[in-house]
């Protein structure tokens, strides 16, 4: 992150609400309609909905310095959404509900850059996921996720990272044993 | 569209270069670098890449009225793309080159509103994409594509909407005899 991006994002965090959550806390469930965005200072939290036959698929992995909506379809839409979002880790950032962002970027003309660069980091992130399912076999997926998030083994359930990857938890043990040993 | 989004359309139109394409024509292919934005006014257009078994696998239709990167990754990361974004019908838009677009949008302040809220439909759909595979059957999938575009079946070849949509040429087929039926 530039300076410049740096900067303004200082200007966002100052008027936000902090947050403070225990681990395993939902911040939005499956049928709600999403009004907020976070920030993470401190902590992983993981978006997942369920699939046609109910099981947890987990299409996000939000950590330290991420900015995320709790369900951008949602959020954008005011319909109820499919995402549950929950902490995986204790928890803490800055919360802004929607009408109050509005009103900051209404005031900081200067911060339109900064919603222009996140916005596009967005679609980025989600293009690459997309190709990199087909583009990509399962052992780079999981080397292009340790280069930014090795820690993460340490931190949360293995499951869930292997449904991020979009393989089963024994795939994701078969490779990661190979690339250790 | 809201009327004043059209407006602003109308400034960016006013600013771009007329193109024509034949059916087939390559916008874009594999290893290039995207460095264009256009606008559809008459015909399809498709993005693809190759899987890693070599199949053309459909991401996007592009259509009359869309606006679309010829590879949003590649536009913003200057890398080489993926994507091949070619068209399926004979084409007349309209295309902006990005040095182009940065000095429209340093001279109409007015566009911000537009880009911000082109950049967040780019946002939904591809989420939206993301979530109906997981969420959605395949007949819901169809059902779903059919409301705006059942013309695209009489207008392009029906294995690239099979491949769009993640069913195989036959499940496509299997799903219109029993909807028409």
Redesign the interface.
């Known amino acids: 992150m530039t300076r410049l991006m740096k900067n303004l994002l200082e200007i966002l965090l100052e008027q936000g609400q902090p947050v403070y959550y225990e681990q395993n806390h939902f911040i939005l469930r499956e049928g709600q309609i999403s009004d907020e965005v976070l920030f993470l200072k401190e902590g992983v939290v993981r978006h997942f909905?369920?699939?046609?036959k109910g099981n947890e698929?987990t299409?996000r992995i939000s950590r330290e310095n991420d900015i995320f909506y709790s369900s951008?379809?949602s959020y954008?839409?005011d319909e109820p959404t499919?995402i549950n979002c929950q902490t995986l880790t204790p928890t803490q950032g800055v919360s802004w509900h929607k009408d109050q962002l509005e009103t900051i970027f209404m005031q900081h003309k200067e911060l339109?850059q900064f919603?222009?660069e996140q916005?596009?980091l967005?679609?980025?992130e989600?293009?690459?996921?997309?190709?990199s399912l087909?583009?990509?076999?399962a052992v780079q997926r999981y080397s292009d996720f340790c280069k930014n998030n090795i820690d993460l083994f340490n931190r949360i359930p293995h499951h869930i990272i292997a449904s991020y990857l979009n393989m089963t938890p024994e795939t994701l043990s078969r490779i990661r044993s190979k690339s250790i040993s």
């Open positions: 909905v369920l699939d046609l698929r299409i951008i379809i954008y839409t499919y339109d919603r222009y916005l596009t967005f679609i980025i989600k293009h690459k996921k997309e190709l087909l583009t990509n076999t």
